[in-house]
């Protein structure tokens, strides 16, 4: 996506807005719900994340890159959320991840294990995991994108890694 000057006046602000936002609202789901695993919750995600950058827009003069401002604010609130989902009683928690439904003969077995072993990584282990893997970003990328330095995002990337190796070996 090109660079974006934010405009003063309000109609050409919300135009421009508009501009930069919708093209991103389904890539900004998928990659909420990668990290907090319920499809309600990615929904909210995703809401305040259009939220926040609509209040932050007059105060950009030019965004050299959109998609990584807006990628950078949704992982920050889906973080945010997630702690917020983890501190929840475990029976207050509605998953919406493939673990969580009745199997059926479509799903491979390893799969869901997998997927069992994904719901048991941090907010940020996700989020590594889904950007790097997923999405092809570097280490780097993601990094700046979780706003720590490269070695803690390859720390983050390395635990994840492990943990889901861990996780899938036991079943």
């Not at 989902?85 to 009745?102: E, K, N, Q, V, Y």
């Not at 077995?109 to 907010?123: G, T």
Request: proline share 6%.
């Amino acid at each position: 996506m090109p660079a974006v000057t934010v405009p003063t006046s309000s109609e050409e602000r919300e135009a421009a807005f508009e501009r930069a936002i919708i093209p991103e609202t389904n890539r900004l789901f998928r990659l909420a719900l990668a990290i907090v695993d319920d499809a309600g919750e990615a929904e909210d995600a995703v809401q305040e994340t259009i939220l926040t950058a609509w209040r932050r827009w007059s105060k950009l003069e030019r965004l050299e890159n959109p998609s990584a401002y807006l990628t950078r604010v949704c992982v920050n609130q889906c973080i945010r959320q997630r702690r917020l989902l983890d501190r929840l009683p475990f029976w207050m928690h509605d998953p919406g991840s493939i673990a969580a439904s009745p199997q059926s003969p479509d799903v491979p077995e390893a799969l869901l294990d997998v997927d069992r072993a994904y719901r048991h990584l941090s907010a940020r282990q996700r989020a590594m995991i889904t950007l790097h893997l997923r999405d092809g970003l570097t280490v780097d990328e993601c990094a700046r994108l979780l706003g720590c330095r490269p070695g803690t995002a390859r720390s983050h990337l390395g635990r994840a890694l492990n943990k889901l190796r861990k996780e899938c070996s036991r079943a």
